[in-house]
Nanobody, 124 residues
Framework: QVQLVESGGGLVQAGGSLRLSCAASGRTFSRYTMGWFRQAPGKEREFVAAISWRGTSTYYADSVKGRFTISRDNAKNTVDLQMNSLKAEDTAVYYC?????????????????WGKGTQVTVSS
């Protein structure tokens, strides 16, 4: 069992930065691929970024590649998402996710645990 709690969301102007954090409980955290998804109003939840259980491999959606960076600390049971050069279209609720599947092509149906989400709003 893994419980996930996100923090760090908020309101930022376009071009600014935010850092999201996800704190996980459970002794098996290091066994899971971790990822971030987001969901804008009226849209489906979409993949943003994922990181392998060792933290050595990452994968990003094309829309955030070069702007967002995912990282994890298995000693602290945390996974972060550094978001730079934010755009209005990045506005969404961001969800932390844990999966026993691959970091490459992480999909909603393979997620085993979800956080409750944190709101990110980017003003243009």
């Amino acid at each position: 069992q893994v419980q996930l709690v996100e923090s760090g969301g908020g309101l930022v102007q376009a071009g600014g930065s935010l850092r999201l954090s996800c704190a996980a409980s459970g002794r098996t955290f290091s066994r899971y691929t971790m990822g971030w998804f987001r969901q804008a109003p009226g849209k489906e939840r979409e993949f943003v970024a994922a990181i392998s259980w060792r933290g050595t491999s990452t994968y990003y959606a094309d829309s955030v590649k070069g702007r967002f960076t995912i990282s994890r600390d298995n000693a602290k049971n945390t996974v972060d998402l550094q978001m730079n050069s934010l755009k209005a279209e990045d506005t969404a609720v961001y969800y932390c996710a844990a999966s026993q599947g691959s970091y490459y092509g992480m999909v909603v149906k393979e997620v085993d645990y979800w956080g409750k989400g944190t709101q990110v709003t980017v003003s243009s």
